[in-house]
């Protein structure tokens, strides 16, 4: 404790900056685990933790081209920085004054949730790309993002209870809207697990067509669309915060590009560039989400320390 006690106190800017790097990092770790698949690399490094036995880098193989090597082991890479960041930025909300509790916990449970996201990458090779593996290494990755959306607001709030902004109702239905997320992103994984990017060619697909798990990702996306027009007529009846208007239109853009991206890629035949763009489009639709979902409450901000109201308040 008493090391902890001597971490330096660094500005707010500094803590939001390093929360944001933290969000781009995790949106970005998808975005090249996409990459990865879409080029047939996944077992470019066909071990783990090594990159092949004896070695933690690429090296010569007869069967593994050179460029599905260095794709797999650059996106292991990423792992690395993604720690980085996540380790200065828990160094640098362990070292608030005065320390704010909800912070920390989240702080903490980004180079967390990236030790249990490499072990779960780690399961995926092992298991020869098996599609189930595939779609919990994609939605731990959502979830992380989901965090890390909150993170980033919760670098200006106090850590004292959240006043919601909204009625209960219409919190609900954020809620309800949330839920209806997390089904619509499974649906997308099963819909790569039953199409032709799988990460490897010899890799087992998920025995069920592409267009019938086409089908239900779209009906889902509907379904979500539905509620988020429900939901902008409810925040605009109520007069809802500025804040909470603002999040939830840049939610109805992105939900609505990546909508109009989603049915482009399927009448072209998943081309391996918008495959791509569409996972950076899910981690950019599950970071609004989550920033809406954070939105409905308000923290004061931090009262900086040394200042009088700190004193008096001592």
């Not at 036995?53 to 090296?59: A, C, K, L, Q, T």
């Not at 069967?63 to 996106?75: C, K, R, S, T, Y």
């Not at 995926?124 to 959502?142: D, I, K, N, P």
């Not at 791509?276 to 931090?302: C, D, I, K, M, Y």
């Amino acid at each position: 404790m008493a090391l902890l006690d001597r971490l330096p106190d660094v500005s707010p800017t500094v803590l939001r900056r390093l929360a944001v790097a933290n969000l781009v990092a995790q949106v970005g770790i998808m975005v090249t685990g996409a990459t990865v698949r879409v080029t047939g690399s996944g077992l470019g490094c066909p071990t783990f933790p090594e990159c092949f036995p004896g070695s933690m880098i690429p090296v010569s193989h007869a069967d593994i081209a050179p460029l599905h090597q260095w794709v797999e082991f650059g996106n292991r890479l990423l792992t690395f920085v993604l720690v980085a960041i996540a380790g200065l930025l828990l160094l640098a909300a362990l070292g608030q004054r005065p320390r704010r509790r909800r912070l920390t916990v989240l702080a903490a449970l980004m180079p967390a949730g990236i030790v249990a996201q490499a072990l779960v990458g780690g399961f995926v090779v092992l298991t020869q790309l098996a599609w189930g593996g595939v779609s919990l290494h994609f939605m731990v990755s959502a979830v992380l993002v989901w965090l890390a959306a909150g993170l980033v607001q919760a670098t200006g709030e106090a850590d004292v209870p959240g006043r919601p902004l909204v009625p209960g109702p219409i919190r609900g239905l954020v809620a309800t809207s949330a839920a209806v997320l997390a089904a619509l992103l499974v649906a997308g994984t099963l819909v790569t697990a039953a199409g032709p990017h799988a990460g490897d060619p010899e890799t087992e697909r998920l025995g069920v067509g592409v267009e019938a798990m086409a089908q239900l990702h779209a009906e889902l996306l509907f379904g979500y669309l539905g509620l988020l027009v429900g939901l902008g007529f409810a925040l605009r009846a109520v007069g809802a915060p500025a804040r909470v208007e603002r999040r939830f239109r840049v939610l109805v853009a992105v939900v609505v590009a990546q909508g109009a991206l989603g049915g482009v890629q399927y009448v072209l035949a998943v081309p391996e560039a918008l495959v791509v763009l569409h996972v950076l489009g899910a981690g950019l639709v599950t970071a609004a989400a989550g920033a809406l979902w954070f939105a409905t409450a308000e923290r004061s901000a931090p009262v900086p320390a040394g200042s009088p109201a700190q004193t008096v308040a001592a």
